[in-house]
């Protein structure tokens, strides 16, 4: 699915605009994660959800492990840092033959986080990078974890597309390809937008 499309998504377009709001918004009812324990029950439902739609079980596991880090990354590197609203959205939605997810918060963004741990990092577009491709924690003074080095392996293996934004930066990952850009509308905290063909 082309980034054209995944933006269009309607589920996409409100977590965008609830990210992004100079103000904090009432968020969706029912898509609005405030604690851990609410995200772990909404993860499995998903997964539920996944698994009805047709997908097999292993990718629907898959999937739940790559939403659970991604997600579990809007709590552990946030806690007492965000702007406003704590947790984050999870929404889903069938957009032709793809299923798409979106996750999004209003919390420091991953510039912030990595600072923490590499002062030297200046850049939304080097943090982004550093978070995908370096083996690194932003949980100062860990250095340990695999986090979103992890989800892109994952994601480059198995064919499922990533939109990611935080700050200014952008990567995005469809089938095998790869790309780094600079986003339209920059994003305090972190959205990832999550697609993958139906069988």
């Given at each position: 699915?082309d980034?054209l499309?995944?933006?269009?998504?309607?589920?996409?377009?409100?977590?965008?605009?609830?990210?992004?709001?100079?103000?904090?918004?009432?968020?969706?009812?029912?898509?609005?994660?405030?604690?851990?324990?609410?995200?772990?029950?909404?993860?499995?439902?998903?997964r539920?959800?996944?698994?009805l739609?047709?997908t097999?079980?292993?990718?629907?596991y898959?999937?739940?492990?790559?939403?659970?880090?991604?997600?579990?990354?809007?709590?552990?590197?946030?806690?007492?840092?965000?702007?406003?609203?704590?947790?984050?959205?999870?929404?889903?939605?069938?957009?032709?033959?793809?299923?798409?997810?979106?996750?999004?918060?209003?919390g420091?963004?991953?510039?912030k986080?990595?600072?923490?741990?590499?002062?030297?990092i200046t850049?939304?577009?080097?943090?982004?990078?550093?978070?995908?491709?370096?083996?690194?924690?932003?949980?100062?003074?860990?250095?340990?974890?695999n986090?979103?080095?992890?989800?892109?392996?994952?994601?480059?293996?198995?064919g499922?597309?990533?939109?990611f934004?935080s700050?200014s930066?952008?990567?995005?990952?469809?089938?095998?390809?790869?790309?780094?850009?600079?986003?339209?509308?920059?994003?305090?905290?972190?959205?990832?937008?999550v697609?993958?063909?139906?069988?």
């Open positions: 699915m980034m499309n995944v933006l269009k998504n309607e589920s996409v377009r409100e977590a965008f605009s609830w990210a992004t709001s100079k103000t904090a918004t009432n968020p969706q009812k029912g898509h609005y994660c405030s604690s851990r324990d609410i995200l772990d029950a909404r993860l499995e439902h998903l539920k959800e996944i698994l739609s047709g097999n079980e292993d990718t629907s898959l999937l739940h492990a790559i939403l659970s880090e991604i997600c579990g990354n809007s709590f552990d590197h946030n806690l007492g840092q965000w702007h406003d609203i704590p947790g984050c959205l999870l929404t889903s939605e069938k957009l032709d033959n793809y299923f798409v997810i979106t996750v999004a918060d209003r420091q963004g991953v510039l986080t990595l600072q923490r741990v590499f002062p030297e850049t939304h577009d080097e943090a982004l990078k550093a978070a995908f491709l370096r083996h690194i924690s932003g949980r100062a003074p860990e250095r340990r974890g986090g979103l080095k992890f989800v892109r392996k994952t994601l480059l293996e198995d499922i597309d990533l939109v934004t700050g930066a952008r990567y995005c990952i469809f089938g095998i390809t790869e790309e780094w850009s600079k986003a339209e509308t920059s994003v305090p905290g972190c959205i990832a937008i697609s993958f063909p139906l069988t």
